[in-house]
């Protein structure tokens, strides 16, 4: 039978070996996390997932309303993209839905297993950190969902349960523990900063003649501008935009070698980090005397 | 005794269980704070905007018509039809039975015959399609078999095997005025009425509670008024990050005299 509107076919376990590289012991240390996988990871997981239900109306409302309409499954690019049926918001919502039923809901515990309550398994677990790093917290489900089910809330809920249980991926914790020590996402550290603004500096006399100034950690300045750092390193077209524009405007300005990265890795992690790495900006700017922030990112 | 059962005790208990259990699960959503504004725009700037956003998801359900038609379709009917049929049943509550309850009579019956279809639709929607499929669950099915059930046998106790109206209404509204007395009626009206209390005792439990919760779902209900600071109600303090002194002091030195260090 043909169905009115296009459906995209599904292939089970399309991208169950997408998996990402767990992270480094190193870097877990340096943002506050357990630097392995806890022994009583499950104790430990349960007991964080308690928490953040009683922080989060988002959280336990979602779990506990969706109807399973399926109208987010194809709207959310890594089903599309994989066709793996545990990609779809409400699929990628029910790893955690499961668990959720079997240790907080009376449902869970009268119907058990036909009432889709399952224990949190070594292959449960497995699927988490599969599935909830296959979401990239873009919330075009929620714009489709009758009830506005947000599966990014559930995806940064699930990120921040493993990692209280030392469980995460190379990539985010890397990058967030770089900005600890380097000030931005890319590692780069307060010289090289420093170097690449008059090497622009210099640049810009030469096929400009003009003193157009790349000012870093000046004190007092109207803006501290708080860019991608790869706006210095990769794309500096950018950041000689941005010093062309602030030179015409005549506003004077300055970067940060203590924040100069506006991307926040943290929102990938937890709560404590996604603060932490956006508090740097309010830090910098007290620490800078500047009047206000550009933050671009 | 199996009429005392069902027609004493056990309407009592559904509606205890029903009343009892959708406050709770309200009561928990409400106390539950929320950390972050997180509402999908665009969205209205003003309560009043919200208002009309939520009556409008609650009734026409924009979303699914932005997403998916064939199940807006079935969904949008289902629930008008729900609403007209439960309506309509308010004659079998009320004595005497208002004006605009009586006005909606005919609508309400033909709204009866009709609702099967769109529950049909829905249920095949769930076998038909494989990604459907997947994700019901025995919940799913159980919810729209209860519903068909409490609908075909309302049709047959309308339209070939009708029940005495005033055995009903005398049994509801001594249930209502809380002097219950055993009812004799025939067992078609019994088939209905015992579905009907399953639903109540089994929707507090289950995914029928979006009824309720839409009205609490953060991303429909907040405000655009990002101007205005959205204060976390259990927010933490993070601490000045030690590791990352400022600037690094290792090259303190060096920024303090600028241009050094440069390989020219």
Known sequence: M???????????????????????????????????????????????MGEMLDKYRSLRLYLDICVKCGACADKCQFFLGTKDPKNMPVARADLFRKVYKKYFTVGGKIWG??????????????????YFYQCSECRRCSVFCPYGIDTAEITMAAREIMAAAGIATKYVTEVVAKVYDTGNNLGIWAPAWKDNCSFL??????TEGIDIKFPVDATGAEILLVPPSADNFANTNTMIGYGKMFHAAGISWTTSTYCNEGGNFGMFLNYANLKKVNNRILEAARQLKVKKVYWGE | MAAKILYIYLPYLAAVVFAVGVIFRIYTWAKTPVPLRIVTTPAPKTRGGVALRLIGDALWFPSLF???????????????????????????????VPGWVESLQTAGLYAGYLIPIPLALLLLRRLVLERNLYISILGDYFALLLLLGITLSGIFLKAFFPAYLVDVKDMLLGLLHLSPRVAVLPWLFGLHFFLVLLLLLYFPFSK???????????????????????????????AYNSNNLFPPEKYRQELASPGEGRKE
């Not at chain 1, 297993?113 to 599969?130: F, G, I, S």
């Open chain 1, 2 to 48: 043909r169905f009115p509107v296009p459906v995209p076919e599904i292939k089970t376990g399309a991208s169950k070996h997408a998996v990402c590289h767990p992270a480094k012991e190193k870097d877990m240390a340096k943002i506050d996390l357990p630097r392995e996988r806890r022994e009583d990871w499950k104790e430990a997981m349960l007991k964080k």
């Open chain 1, 113 to 130: 297993r036909a009432n889709e309550a399952e224990d949190l398994t070594e292959e449960v677990l497995q699927d988490w950190y599969t």
């Open chain 1, 201 to 206: 500096e210099d640049d810009l006399r030469d």
């Open chain 2, 66 to 96: 932005k997403g998916d038609k064939p199940l807006w379709v079935g969904g949008v009917l289902f629930h008008s039809l729900l609403w007209l049929v439960l309506l309509r049943h308010l004659r079998f509550f009320l004595y005497p």
């Open chain 2, 208 to 238: 029928l509670m979006h009824a309720g919760g839409i009205f609490f779902s953060p991303t429909r209900n907040q405000r655009a008024n990002f101007e205005k600071r959205f204060v976390n109600p259990w927010d933490v303090k993070v």
